[in-house]
């Protein structure tokens, strides 16, 4: 049973040649990889403000209130929520670029996730509703949401932290997308 074109099996052989190493199938091919978008800086900051927000509150509980009302040397205890700080930082931005989506022809791909990467397949056709939110926080930053739902509640999925325009412009695709891959259901 032959699974490819002759033009794969020259492409193929001009990576051996190259010293490239070679996709398993021809499907796997790296032309065929969808063009990932990642999501803007405005989410990271964003991210980011809130967790010096929180984490300097807590630094002020923990560390100058109690050196305030009982001892000085009490005000070490401010470290911890520091170090968390400087922490969150590095991990907010790792998580920021992990995410990203794509579109294809027949789908939807959300990626995300540092140690555990979570890659979410949503089919145009399986989409019941197309949502755009954006809370007065976001809102303040630029930011929207878009979420997905479908049939099977795990397959719902969120692409967080999207320009409005380019969340209304997704919105729009994804419907109008789904209403001709569902017309012959």
């Known amino acids: 049973m032959e699974t490819g074109s002759p033009d794969d099996a020259g492409t193929a052989g001009t990576a ?3 010293g490239r190493a070679t996709p398993a199938s021809p499907s796997a091919a790296p032309r065929d990889e969808p063009g990932w978008t990642g999501l803007p800086p405005g989410l990271l900051r964003l991210r980011r403000l809130l967790l010096v927000v929180w984490l300097g509150l807590l630094t002020v509980a923990a560390g100058v209130l109690p050196a ?3 001892d000085p040397r009490w005000a070490v205890l401010a ?3 520091l170090a968390l700080t400087a922490w969150g930082w590095v991990m907010l931005e790792r998580n920021w670029r992990s995410w990203r989506y794509a579109e294809r022809a027949d789908d939807l791909l959300i990626s995300r996730g540092v140690l555990w990467r979570e890659e979410t397949v949503v089919p145009y056709g399986r989409m ?4 755009v939110t954006s809370g007065p926080v976001e809102r ?3 930011l929207a949401s878009v979420q997905l739902h479908t049939a099977a509640a795990a397959t719902d999925a969120t692409i967080p932290g999207l320009d409005p325009a380019e969340a209304e412009r997704l919105r729009d695709r994804l419907t109008e997308l789904g209403e001709a891959r569902s017309a012959g259901l």
């Open 16 to 18: 051996r040649a190259a």
């Open 140 to 142: 303040h930053f630029g």
């Open 128 to 131: 019941q509703l197309v949502e």
């Open 79 to 81: 470290l911890l929520p």
């Open 68 to 70: 305030l009302f009982l």
